[in-house]
């Protein structure tokens, strides 16, 4: 590992002046993506800013038609949450999927989102929900937020504070995991908000988390199982390594939407 | 940096290293508590699960200064040293559930875990799915599975060590 | 007295200080002064090393010493060797090219270290690693044993054109050329048997400390055979002589084979700590043992078998292509040959066999013993050969076999082994009878109904164990003996040291030795020690691998036990003033037959030491015998395993629902620790048939490096193993023992390739067989069916 200054800021603004101030430096949460690859020498910041001592980042409540988390909430925290379990089922399932019950420890909702890896779980909730993603500075809905593999919205200074999930009417969660990583070779979130529906593809596109238009236009007529029958996605577009083929993640996608309809109906 | 205070076994030390330092290699290379092992480099196998304010966490992917103040449990403070073993430790001897040993620190403190979180009537499947975070190579996981529904539920009548 | 004896299911006496934290494995150990070395490779598969530079390295701060290929040729360090001498058909000796600790001139795989770099603390060590500039000039690389010998391939030794390390084969081809003529059916298979790495939890380390006062080095070493190493560090390498180096190896992770061998990095840490005077360790990193620790299997086969009208096996062709990656590694030679041909026999009686093996260079990692070695290989080829034989001649897969075991004892095969002992239909019957094999069909339909496919498959192997009878090995090339000591000391207070050449990581030695000598001489088993892992206590021994501790290594404690028992004997004679003849010993007390007089055990065992009552010079003082025991054949473990899986046909997803073993192994001196055994041994088998697999991309690169694209079982992808055994002694050692460590992982993959492949109808299938290779196999079917 090289060597780097650590910080334990108390708020916001210290965290963020670091982040501006200092050079090369990096936020770490739970740090179970950014350690290892500091370990293997893939990673070098200069400063690392640990943002576990400021207040207020660990909530989760709902406000009127939301749930909302707070970003150095930890996936075991989300899982056993009654509040998550009560508004999203489905959120608080697939945070209970995410690596192991060790990393559920430590790992975060904010640390997941700001990272962006391809194969994470949380972005196809982020994206599948339609969700917020509120920061230090501003709102930057889902739609904005993923922009590529390891990219998102945010500015060099921008520090992740709660993600605000629209409550709706049925979401679920379907993930086909890596045997080896235990990373999504292929997630597939659903959601029903009214006449809003989201089919939201973690791990298999080349370019990140997308949503599947196809797939969403077809539950819109009915939002069942049956409805996507037939459909597929198309392998263009679609990651492939020794671990699964672009066309292997596209038809898995396919399976794995009309799984993850029948558990949201279910 | 200034020292970290930390309480690893019920004892407060403090912490005085370079920031790079994991809380696997402070709690070896320190403490000399070689109990916790390494066993990989990509946060998987679960060899250096120890308890953070009651909590499994792997020290492999931990720094130090990152946990001031937190409360370590590891397996050398799991029981007294010059009593009798844990039920928990006990039920791995009971059950074979051990074979060359390396996995075990982290296998008991995981097991702990599961018991705190789980309850104590803990089925094949449960077991099975919370050993996610946990390699064993040696026992094929069968009589690990078997020691930790039997240790849950001797566990029942024991007096949690604080954590 | 509690049931501590043989066959008794004792609790293991080594769990306390594993359940404690207070193990004592090599990376627990720190010496003062102590000095850290971090070994630099190439991220290269072949290539020309022009130039090494290591004049900024050495600038970094806290950096004793960089060290090069240069270097260690100019202190006259001797090349790693393979010991086993393999001949090619046409007379001449194996391509064995020198394997240098530190690569000079030429890097031959990724991973192949270029140098070393020791400083006071490991970070400086790896931050002065990427100073260390290294020019190479990348070379073609070959990474495929099909592709290895072809003209196309890049040479990666001198010595071996075409890459070709030998071109071995056992039997008689001609014969088995009329057998196929006069076959009424044939079966052809082509068959991949894919490379594993061993992972072990506890990644290899070592320490090497240099006293120059009395010129003695100490090695702290991961090695299942800390004299095998000794040896071979003295004897070929040259580091030291063999009286001036101490290896230790007290408790050790996990071996499965990969710590058997000799490996550049404890050579380097030994000729380091000579060096710069301070002791010098290394512990590899869970991703650097990808690269350093040998491999395993790796085989790429087409086999044939003949039938005649009757459906009686008649004749079996096979040709393989074994990589040995880019060195031959210490035993390297004999896993593709003797450890795998010898084996293709079955359980079945097949009167003509005939078997190429070709061993190539490959530029990857070098291949060696893994679990098993060579008899899980040779199991696949025959347990899917049969099981498609039944398929293709539309009879029951359990019949078929039936037909064909071997039913008389001894039995030579055409390919060197003589079956002592064994009783195949027993184990089948009882497999059958547990796995409810009749309720198959009702299981499938309710699968079916689930829009899941199921299938049930077979594996019914057999191994050689025990290895081995020293002159059978050295006739077939072996360089070492390979039979086990074992020294008895009592003490004056007649609790006893049993010091074992054998070495244990994992197999329980502490307890099922101790429950031997607690049984022979009537003693608590908490009285008895067993003492191993260390050259300066324990005389020559050859180590634990080939599930031999049990069928040599507590023989030669048997041995050693009728020893002390003759001596101890003529002490209470003495002592009870009888005739050496009258006197019995029983549940740990001497008695003179027809009288009631007695002595103790301990009362004994103090008597010999203070002699006071020996009257005259004869009898010796002390209680202490030594023996060596030295096999007469292998042992013939065997067994049935039946593997019952689910296939999700939409995903290609496998669930294994049920497992059942019934294996012989002759005496059992621990059930609870050869069940342990069996279970540890088939999760592997099933890793390799459904998870595990090491992959090369064309250039060399592995893209498996790390567990994080590397897959290991975890517990939640196997059921509750059912196991159970059948037993016939083996008839060629004292307490009648086969062995059984490596049982499950020599069964399991047949059985799970031929589970799936039943369920999902089509013989196309590679391991390992993971979701998408599954799908693709159901693809790939279903096409084919649509075309027809």
Redesign the interface.
């Known amino acids: 590992m090289y060597a780097f200054s650590p910080h334990r800021p108390t708020t916001l603004r210290q965290a963020a002046n670091l982040l501006a101030k200092q050079e090369e430096a990096k936020l770490v949460a739970g740090g179970h993506t950014l350690i290892p690859t500091m370990k293997l020498r893939l990673a070098g910041p200069k400063h690392l800013i640990d943002l576990s001592r400021i207040e207020g980042l660990r909530d989760i409540e709902v406000t009127g038609r939301s749930l909302i988390i707070g970003a150095m909430t930890t996936h075991a925290e989300v899982s056993i949450s009654p509040v998550a379990r009560e508004s999203i089922p489905a959120l608080a399932e697939l945070a209970e999927k995410i690596g192991d019950p060790a990393v559920r420890h430590r790992g975060t909702i904010g640390g997941s989102i700001a990272n962006n890896d391809p194969n994470a779980d949380y972005p196809a909730a982020v994206l599948g929900l339609g969700a917020t993603v509120i920061t230090n500075k501003r709102r930057i809905h889902a739609n904005e937020f993923f922009k590529g593999l390891f990219e998102t919205a945010l500015a060099p200074d921008e520090i992740i504070t709660k993600v605000q999930f629209p409550k709706v009417n049925k979401a679920g969660y379907v993930k086909f995991p890596n045997p080896a990583s235990r990373y999504a070779l292929v997630g597939v979130f659903v959601s029903k908000r009214g006449s809003e529906i989201r089919v939201a593809v973690t791990g298999a596109g080349a370019n990140g988390v997308f949503r599947m238009r196809a797939f969403e236009e077809a539950l819109k007529k009915r939002f069942a199982p049956k409805s996507l029958e037939g459909l597929s996605a198309p392998a263009e577009g679609m990651a492939s390594d020794i671990h699964g083929s672009a066309e292997y993640r596209a038809h898995l996608i396919g399976v794995l939407a009309r799984r993850a309809v029948a558990a949201a109906i279910a | 940096?200034s020292a970290v205070p930390l309480t690893v076994n019920g004892k407060p030390v403090a912490a005085d290293v370079?920031?790079?330092t994991?809380l696997v290699q402070f709690l070896?290379?320190d403490l000399r508590?070689?109990?916790?092992?390494?066993?990989?480099?990509?946060?998987?196998?679960?060899?250096c699960?120890v308890h953070?304010n009651g909590?499994?966490?792997?020290a492999?992917?931990?720094?130090v200064?990152?946990i001031?103040g937190a409360d370590v449990l590891?397996?050398?403070g799991?029981?007294d040293?010059n009593g009798p073993?844990h039920p928990m430790?006990e039920a791995?001897?009971?059950h074979?559930g051990?074979?060359?040993?390396?996995?075990?620190?982290g296998m008991?403190m995981?097991a702990l875990?599961?018991v705190y979180?789980k309850g104590h009537d803990l089925d094949?499947?449960t077991?099975?799915?919370?050993?996610?975070?946990?390699?064993?190579?040696?026992?094929?996981?069968?009589?690990?599975?078997k020691a930790i529904a039997a240790g849950a539920k001797a566990m029942e009548n024991y007096n949690k060590p604080a954590a | 007295m509690p049931a501590t004896g043989i066959g008794a299911p004792v609790r293991r006496k080594e769990d306390h200080r594993f359940l404690t934290g207070r193990g004592h494995y090599t990376d627990d150990i720190n010496r003062a002064g102590q000095s850290y070395a971090y070994f630099v490779r190439s991220p290269h598969a072949h290539a020309a090393i022009k130039r090494v530079d290591t004049s900024r390295a050495r600038a970094m701060p806290g950096v004793l010493a960089v060290l090069t290929g240069e270097e260690f040729a100019n202190d006259k360090i001797g090349s790693l060797v393979c010991g086993w001498m393999i001949n090619s058909k046409d007379g001449s000796a194996m391509k064995m090219a020198p394997h240098p600790a530190i690569a000079r001139g030429k890097v031959n795989h990724v991973g192949d270290a270029v140098g070393v770099v020791v400083a006071e603390t490991l970070a400086q060590a790896m931050d002065a690693a990427e100073k260390l500039a290294v020019d190479y000039d990348v070379l073609p690389a070959v990474v495929d044993p099909a592709k290895a010998q072809m003209p196309s391939a890049p040479q990666i030794h001198e010595i071996a054109p075409s890459n070709t390390i030998y071109d071995w084969q056992i039997g008689d081809a001609t014969t088995v050329e009329a057998v196929f003529r006069n076959a009424n059916h044939v079966v052809k298979l082509d068959i991949v048997n894919n490379r594993l790495v061993p992972n072990a939890i506890e990644p290899r380390a070592a320490i090497a400390e240099y006293d120059s006062g009395t010129q003695t080095l100490t090695l702290w070493n991961t090695t299942q055979n800390p004299h095998v190493a000794r040896l071979v560090i003295s004897a070929f390498v040259g580091i030291a002589p063999e009286h001036k180096l101490r290896v230790i190896a007290a408790d050790v992770g996990g071996g499965f084979g990969s710590k058997i061998f000799i490996y550049p990095e404890e050579v380097v840490c030994l000729w380091a700590a000579r060096r710069i005077g301070r002791p010098v360790k290394w512990v590899s990193g869970r991703s650097e043992a990808f690269l350093a620790d040998a491999h395993g299997r790796d085989h790429v086969t087409h086999a044939e078998m003949a039938l005649d009208g009757e459906h009686r096996i008649t004749g079996l062709r096979v040709k393989t292509v074994a990589n040995l990656g880019a060195y031959m590694s210490t035993f390297s030679s004999s896993i593709p040959t003797y450890l795998y041909a010898t084996l293709l026999s079955g359980q079945y009686a097949i009167p003509a066999i005939h078997c190429e093996v070709n061993a190539v260079y490959t530029n990857t990692v070098p291949v060696d013993a893994y679990r098993g070695a060579g008899r899980p290989e040779a199991t696949f080829v025959v347990e899917r050969l049969v099981e498609v034989a039944a398929r293709e001649l539309g009879v029951d897969v359990a019949d078929l076999r039936r037909k064909n075991f071997i039913t008389r004892f001894p039995h030579q095969t055409p390919v060197i082994m003589n079956y002592d002992a064994g009783d195949y239909a027993a184990s089948l019957d009882r497999a059958l009878e547990l796995a409810d094999y009749g309720g198959f069909e009702g299981r499938k339909r309710e699968s079916s109904r689930r829009g899941k496919l199921r299938g049930i498959g077979f594996s019914t192997y057999i191994e050689a164990c025990g290895i081995a009878p020293s002159q059978a090995a050295g006739s077939l090339g072996c360089g070492v003996g390979l039979w086990e000591s074992a020294e008895v000391r009592v003490n004056p207070t007649g609790s006893v040291e049993v010091l074992t050449g054998c070495h244990q990581h994992g197999q329980g030695h502490e307890t099922t030795f101790a429950q031997v000598v607690s049984d022979r001489l009537g003693i608590p088993i908490e009285n008895v020690s067993i003492v191993h892992g260390d050259t300066d206590k324990v005389q020559f021994g050859m180590g634990t691998y080939g599930s031999r501790s049990g069928a040599v290594g507590i023989s030669a404690i048997v041995k050693a036990l009728d020893k002390i028992e003759a001596k101890a004997k003529r002490v209470a004679a003495h002592v009870l003033e009888a005739a050496e003849g009258d006197i019995v010993l029983k549940d740990g007390n001497f008695t003179v037959s027809g009288t009631d007089k007695s002595a103790a055990w301990g009362d004994v065992a103090l008597q010999a030491y203070i002699a006071h009552k020996f009257g005259g010079g004869e009898l010796e003082p002390g209680l202490k015998e030594g023996a060596f025991y030295d096999p007469t054949n292998f042992t013939f473990p065997a067994g049935c395993h039946i593997c019952e899986i689910e296939v999700d046909p939409q995903t290609g997803e496998s669930e294994i629902v049920a497992w059942t073993a019934v294996d012989d192994f002759g005496t059992v001196v621990n059930p609870l620790i050869v069940e342990g055994q069996v279970h540890g041994g088939i999760v592997q088998g099933v890793g390799q048939a459904l998870f595990e697999g090491a992959v090369y991309d064309r250039d060399g690169q592995l893209l498996t490096g790390s567990l994080m694209d590397y897959c290991l079982p975890r517990a939640h992808n196997v059921p509750a193993l059912k196991v159970d055994m059948t037993t016939t002694k083996c008839p060629s050692n004292p307490l009648g023992i086969k062995g059984c460590g490596e049982a499950g992982a020599i069964a399991a993959p047949a059985a799970v390739i031929n589970a799936l492949t039943h369920a999902i109808g089509t013989e196309e299938l590679t391991m390992p067989a993971t979701a998408q290779n599954v799908w693709l196999a159901l693809q790939k079917s279903a096409h084919l069916h649509k075309a027809a």
């Open positions: 940096m370079d920031p790079r994991l070896r290379e508590l070689t109990g916790t092992h390494v066993g990989c480099d990509t946060s998987q196998c679960g060899a699960v953070v909590k499994a966490v792997k492999c992917t931990v720094f200064w990152q001031e590891t397996i050398e799991v029981a040293p073993l430790q791995f001897r009971e074979h051990l074979q060359c040993g390396y996995c075990t620190p008991i995981t875990d599961m979180r094949d499947g077991i099975r799915r919370e050993l996610e975070g946990n390699l064993c190579r040696c026992t094929g996981y069968q009589n690990i599975v």
